[in-house]
C-alpha cells in the first residue's frame, strides 16, 4: 500500500511542531542516516551539491547545526528567534509502499529581539518508510526571497 498524504502530512506536522518549539535533538532522528536538507539560493537549481546554497545540510553538518542552537555560540542564535510556521497546499507528486515526494508551501513567522520576520517556502519532501516509520529523506526550502539578501537565518527552516 502506498503512503498516504495523510500519512506524510502528519510527519511534515510533526517536523514543523519539533522545529517551533525547539526539539532540536528529537528533530534529528526524524532524518534518515543519508537525509538531505537543503535551502537553495537558485529558485531553479536541482543539483543542490554543485551550487551554492543557503543550507546543505548532511547527518554531521545538521548535528552542528542543532549544537550552535541549543549552546548560543553563533550569535546569529542568541537570542533565539520563537518560529511559528504553517503549512498548507499539500500536493502528493508521488507515493509507492516505500516512499514518497510531497510539496507544500510554508509560511514562517520569526520573532526575535521584538521584531517580525516572514519567510514563504516551497517545500518538497522526500519521506521513506523505515522499519515502519516515515524518516525524512530530502527537504528542499525554496524560499521566494532565494535570490534576495536574507538576514541572518538562526533556525532550521
Known amino acids: 500500500m502506498s503512503i498516504t498524504l495523510n500519512e506524510a502530512i502528519e510527519m511534515i506536522t510533526l517536523e514543523a511542531d519539533m522545529l517551533d518549539h525547539g526539539d532540536f535533538r528529537e528533530w534529528l532522528s526524524l532524518y534518515t542516516p543519508s537525509g538531505i536538507y537543503v535551502v537553495p539560493i537558485d529558485p ?8 551554492l546554497n ?8 545538521r548535528e ?6 541549543l549552546n548560543g555560540r553563533a550569535i546569529s542564535a542568541a537570542p533565539p528567534a520563537k518560529t511559528v510556521r504553517l ?3 499539500y500536493r502528493m507528486l508521488e507515493s509507492n509502499a516505500e516512499s514518497c515526494t510531497l510539496r507544500c508551501a510554508q509560511m514562517l513567522t520569526e520573532l526575535r ?4 520576520r516572514y519567510y514563504s517556502a516551497n517545500v518538497t519532501f522526500r519521506l521513506v518508510r523505515i522499519d515502519g516509520a516515515l524518516k525524512i529523506d530530502r527537504k528542499i526550502v525554496r524560499l521566494l526571497t532565494s535570490t534576495e539578501a536574507l538576514t541572518a537565518v538562526s533556525y532550521i527552516l
Open 44 to 51: 531553479d537549481t536541482e543539483e543542490f551539491e554543485k551550487t
Open 54 to 61: 543557503y543550507a546543505y545540510d548532511n547527518a554531521e553538518m
Open 64 to 69: 552542528k547545526r542543532v549544537e550552535r542552537l
Open 87 to 89: 503549512q498548507a497546499r
Open 113 to 116: 529581539q521584538g521584531r517580525e
